[in-house]
Each structure stands twice: as structure tokens, then as C-alpha cells.
């Protein structure tokens, strides 16, 4: 393997949907309705919501690639949030008090290409780039059956601060938020 990471761009958004559309499932639950998972796909990561994705000034897509292969990708988003509770949850995470939050909305990796350091190598690089914008703090939601990347954030020093729902087609699924300092 020779993994390289790179800013997506414009281009680049039919791969992020062909990726996205395969990957989604590894980080739901087992027993998760296709169903949901389809409508997921179809609302959140289409090649033209990808298109709107890597327009927008307030995101990062980055791929990792092995020898031009797209085998894995990271979303950034530095939108204030929405929802006033999480807003309140994240603003109060230890470790960097008063610093602008930036969401690790997206981190997947293809199935072939786990525990290969692939997940590291984007994890540095993406850290890189929030750091990059300014912001004191990551965080993000994972859904809490999610053993593996639950082990893999705590490693790469992301704790766990609470919790939120996130809705998948018509199934609402508790995630923990976990965040870390940047
Ligand atoms: C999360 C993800 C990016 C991590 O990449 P990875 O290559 O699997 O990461 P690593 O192998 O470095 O780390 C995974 C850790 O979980 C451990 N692990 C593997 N399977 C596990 C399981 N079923 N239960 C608990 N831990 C598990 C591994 O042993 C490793 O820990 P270690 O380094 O202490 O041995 C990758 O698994 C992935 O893309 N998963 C599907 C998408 C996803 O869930 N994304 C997160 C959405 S928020």
C-alpha cells in the first residue's frame, strides 16, 4: 500500500458518492433496514449532494488514495451547530474551553483497507486540515453499537462527552459525541 491524502474537489464527487454508497453500512448497526440504509444514501450521499459538499466553504472533504485508488475519505464541517443542546454539549467539552468547534461529520474507510493504517494516515491528515482552519476543538457523533470505531476514536484521543440521536431513513440510532482538543 502507498496512501496519499488529498483536498477533494469538484471532480472528484462521483468517487465520494460510489465510496460513501459502499461504506455507510460498516458503521450502522447490525440489523439496520437496506431500506434505511438506501434512503440514507439517497438524501445525504449522492453524487450531487457530494457536488454541494464540495462546493461549500464550510467543508472539508479529504480522500485517501492508494496509488490513485480512492479507498477512503473525511468530511469537516465548521457550520455553527444547530441543535442548541449539542451546541451547549460541545461548547462545555474539556480540554478547550471558549474554542471554535469544527464536526468530523464523515470518516470512512473501505472494508478491504481496514487495520491497514489506511484509518490512521486520513486521521492525521484530517486533523491537520481542522486544525488548519482555526479551530480548538474536533468533535463528532458515532453511533454507540460501533465497537470498532468507537476503539479507533478513543485512540486517536477523542472521548466521549454524551450522547445525540441520528436518524437513518426512519430509525432513529443513539450515537455517542466525542471530542478532543486539536
Ligand atoms: C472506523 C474506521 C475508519 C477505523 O479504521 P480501521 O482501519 O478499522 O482502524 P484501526 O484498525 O486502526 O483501529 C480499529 C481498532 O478497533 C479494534 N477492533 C476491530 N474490530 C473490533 C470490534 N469488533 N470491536 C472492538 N474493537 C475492534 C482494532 O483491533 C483496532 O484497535 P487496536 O489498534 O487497539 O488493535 C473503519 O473501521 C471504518 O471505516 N469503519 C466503517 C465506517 C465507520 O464506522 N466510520 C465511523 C463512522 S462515525
Redesign the pocket.
Known amino acids: 500500500m502507498a496512501i496519499t491524502t488529498r483536498r477533494a474537489a469538484l471532480a472528484d464527487a462521483a468517487e465520494l458518492h460510489e465510496l460513501a454508497a459502499r ?2 453500512v ?3 448497526p447490525a440489523g439496520t433496514r437496506q431500506t434505511d440504509v438506501d434512503a440514507f444514501v439517497a438524501e445525504h450521499l449522492s453524487r450531487a449532494k457530494f457536488t454541494d459538499y464540495l462546493a461549500d466553504p464550510a467543508r472539508i472533504v479529504l480522500l485517501a488514495e492508494d496509488r490513485g485508488t480512492a479507498v ?1 475519505y473525511t468530511m469537516l464541517i465548521s457550520d455553527p451547530i444547530g441543535d442548541p443542546e449539542l451546541a451547549k454539549l460541545v461548547a462545555s467539552a474539556p480540554g478547550a474551553p471558549g474554542a471554535d468547534a469544527i464536526e ?1 461529520s ?6 478491504e ?8 494516515t ?2 492525521a491528515a484530517t486533523l491537520a486540515a481542522a486544525a488548519a482552519t482555526g479551530a480548538g476543538l474536533c468533535w ?4 454507540q453499537h ?8 478513543a ?1 486517536n484521543g477523542f472521548e466521549i462527552i454524551g450522547t445525540k440521536r441520528f436518524l437513518v431513513g426512519e430509525v432513529w440510532h443513539d ?1 455517542h459525541v466525542r471530542a478532543r482538543p486539536l
Open positions: 461504506t455507510f460498516l458503521a450502522t477512503g468530523l464523515k470518516f470512512y474507510v473501505a472494508a483497507s481496514h487495520g491497514a493504517g489506511v484509518a490512521a486520513l486521521m463528532l457523533g458515532v453511533n460501533n465497537e470498532r470505531a468507537a476503539r479507533f476514536y485512540k450515537d
